[in-house]
């Protein structure tokens, strides 16, 4: 998921396929990544994240792109050995009806864009951020023009979160009970055609369902005809993967970060690793390799502040109460509603990214203790048995 990016004086918000629901149930809509989008409903943040965490909550998630990767000779592996030349994560080791995270890189071993890839037989589906998928697609059609045909299609994203999610879902799709985690399938909901994938962006179990344009409505509102789901908006989303230790473009990772760096080092497999069948090959791979060889100069870090006070993104981090100089700063910070306590994710040298480390974050003039904790804040909770 990415962050916010500024809008043009008068540029007009883009509105999503369930614009009209989100209105119809009283949602509070604000700009982000170029869309008009929920930021909370009448539940409120709070109530919207705990329900998540102890039932089900429907997440609209359409902003983002969703685009169809078909190699031209009609062989998925055409595809996913183009895709591989933009990324360091192995696609052509992906099973059919499989997911895996990836991000595209740039010659200096930082992430343009964090990403879902999917194999769906004979295409590769690609999810990737809001704010970045104009510039992805670009960069797909300029560089794999010659071997690959580009489709964005019209459709519908929406993410079905939480304990209860599998059995929402069952009613309507019997099938999911069967799919662990980032398995793939394409299951016929309320008469149409969907890609539902079990996976999410809040640390729950859950899926993510891409849906024809014009049935996201009457899907939405029949998930939402369960007692057990509430709506919930950008809000509690991004409390909900703070707490999951999920990154967020633009936020925790950007083009100045390497996956190394940003602890992501586990969706680089073995393949494309120094030694592996297709190594390197990728932009920034001499950077990113070296990286995975010989350490990172900082790492991502969990943050847990002492006290009620929240750390947010832009803080900077002393490694002595009295230090003239920061050593890193804060990426993301907030209220974790689950542990009823601030949480926050940040940078530190690889010396002071080590758990129980103590630095000190600059609030309002006053440097707070805040202590280096692994991440994620909270136990996951994906089906993969």
């Known amino acids: 998921m990415s962050a916010d990016t500024a809008m043009t004086s008068g540029e007009a918000l883009k509105r999503t396929p369930l614009h009209a629901l989100h209105v119809k149930l009283g949602a509070r809509m604000v ?29 609209d998630v359409s902003h983002m792109g969703q685009l169809v990767l078909r190699g031209k000779s009609g062989d998925v592996a055409e595809a996913a050995r183009a895709l591989e030349g933009l990324l360091p994560v192995d696609i052509l080791g992906l099973a059919p009806w499989g997911q895996r995270y990836a991000f595209f890189t740039n010659e200096r071993g930082g992430i343009l864009d964090d990403l879902m890839v999917a194999n769906c037989g004979d295409y590769l589906l690609l999810v990737v951020n809001a704010a970045c998928k104009a510039a992805d697609e670009v960069r797909l ?19 079905l979160q ?6 929402v879902l069952a009613p309507l799709a019997p099938e999911c009970t069967s799919m662990r985690f980032m398995d793939v399938r ?33 899907i939405a509102e029949g998930l ?15 409390s909900l993967r703070l707490e999951a230790g999920l990154c967020l473009y633009g936020s925790d990772i950007d083009e100045r970060t390497t996956p190394v760096e940003a602890g992501l080092s586990w969706a680089i497999q073995k393949a494309r690793r120094r030694g592996g069948p297709r190594e390197g ?31 947010r993104a832009g803080v900077p981090l002393y490694a002595e109460a009295d230090a003239s100089s ?25 010396a002071l990214a080590v758990p129980g480390t103590r630095v000190f974050a600059e609030v309002r003039g006053k440097r707070l203790p805040v202590t280096v904790t692994t991440l994620p804040f909270i136990v996951p909770k994906y089906k993969r048995g």
Not at 141 to 159: H, V
Not at 224 to 238: E, K, T
């Open 31 to 59: 700009p982000f990544a170029g869309y008009e989008m929920p930021v909370q409903y009448p539940l409120g943040i709070l109530k919207e994240h705990l329900h998540t965490r102890t039932a089900a909550g429907l997440f």
């Open 141 to 159: 059609r300029t560089q794999l023009g010659n071997a690959c045909e580009i489709e964005q299609p019209d459709r519908a994203l929406i993410a």
């Open 162 to 167: 939480g304990p209860k999610a599998e059995a």
């Open 186 to 218: 394409m299951l016929a909901l309320m008469g149409a055609q969907c890609i539902v994938v079990r996976s999410g962006y809040t640390g729950e179990d859950g899926f993510e369902i891409s849906i024809p344009s014009d049935s996201a409505g009457e």
């Open 224 to 238: 939402l005809a369960n007692a057990s789901v509430a709506p919930i908006g950008l809000g509690a989303r991004d």
């Open 281 to 311: 090959s990728f932009p920034g791979a001499g950077i990113i390799l070296g990286q995975l060889e010989y350490g990172a100069s900082r790492h991502r870090v969990g943050l847990r502040p002492e006290g009620r006070a929240p750390v």
């Open 326 to 350: 920061h050593v890193g700063s804060v990426t993301s910070g907030g209220f974790g509603p689950s542990l009823d306590a601030p949480i926050a994710m940040g940078y530190l040298p690889a």
